[in-house]
Each structure stands twice: as structure tokens, then as C-alpha cells.
């Protein structure tokens, strides 16, 4: 069951099919079982992409890890 059509979004983007995968992984292992929600940030990200928000290699970035941040004060 698909929520929502990220696939055009990410082609009006003009994201590689590459790097879409590795974006989906990503935010696959964020939300590993909430299908809905992953589906959303995808939508999301592609959306930044294509409005010019964020660049595609921004969305590939790890997010910080904020155990780490809090470690280093």
C-alpha cells in the first residue's frame, strides 16, 4: 500500500535514481516500521529538494547524533 506519491515529487526533483535509494534506506532506518511515517518523510525531503530548500546531498547526511553532542560538554 503506497500513502503518498514521492516517486513524482522526486522526479519533478530531478533526483538520481542513485541517490533517491540511498535517501529512501536512510529514512527506511529511521522508521523501520511505520510505513506511513516513512513515507511521509520521504515525500518530505523530496519536496525540500525540488522547492530548492535543501540540496539532495544535504537529505543523504546522517543526522547528528545529539548522545553525542550532549557527551562532548
Known sequence: ???FDYETVAREAKIPPEKMKRLVQLIR???PK???MRELHILRACMAI???HITV???LMP???HDDAAETK
Open 50 to 52: 525540488r522547492d530548492g
Open 29 to 31: 532506518e529511521e522508521f
Open 57 to 59: 546531498e544535504d537529505a
Open 34 to 36: 511505520d510505513p506511513l
Open 1 to 3: 500500500m503506497r500513502y
Open 63 to 65: 543526522e547528528p547524533n
